[in-house]
């Protein structure tokens, strides 16, 4: 059964870095991509990034590019979303979700149609001081 646990959400101060962890158990690693994805109060959920967990492909939305960076770790099983630079518009929670058609490997837009992904964690919060 697919399992997904995002942690390291944190207060932190405008301009400062937080490292999100989203554990990801319970299926085949290289048929996967992982995506991430925040909802901020009153807001819809948008995607933030993804990547392809077999050939480690990666998308960005415009408003973190040079700011976030996705990785993979296959020994720990777990996807992590580096932020740096943070700005008071990227206090949200943070989910990761799990897509079984790798859109983030095929789309280079539409990567973050909620409705690919088909499997989602509890969230994090982040919320950034300015």
């Known amino acids: 059964q697919v399992q997904l646990v995002e942690s390291g959400g944190d207060l932190v101060q405008s301009g400062g870095s937080l490292r999100l962890s989203c554990g990801a158990t319970?299926?085949?690693?290289?048929?996967?991509?992982i995506g991430w994805f925040r909802q901020a109060p009153g807001k819809g959920r948008e995607g933030v990034s993804c990547?392809?967990?077999?050939?480690?492909?990666?998308r960005y939305a415009d408003s973190v590019k040079g700011r976030f960076t996705i990785s993979r770790d296959r020994a720990k099983k777990t996807v992590y979303l580096q932020m740096n630079s943070l700005k008071p518009e990227d206090e949200a929670v943070y989910y990761c979700?799990?897509?079984?058609?790798?859109?983030?490997?095929?789309?280079?837009?539409?990567?973050?149609?909620?409705?690919?992904?088909?499997?989602w964690g509890q969230g994090t919060q982040v919320t950034v001081s300015s």
């Open positions: 979700a799990a897509d079984r058609g790798n859109a983030c490997f095929d789309k280079t837009t539409g990567w973050d149609i909620r409705s690919w992904y088909e499997w």
């Open positions: 319970g299926f085949t690693w290289d048929n996967y991509g």
């Open positions: 990547i392809s967990l077999s050939a480690g492909k990666t």
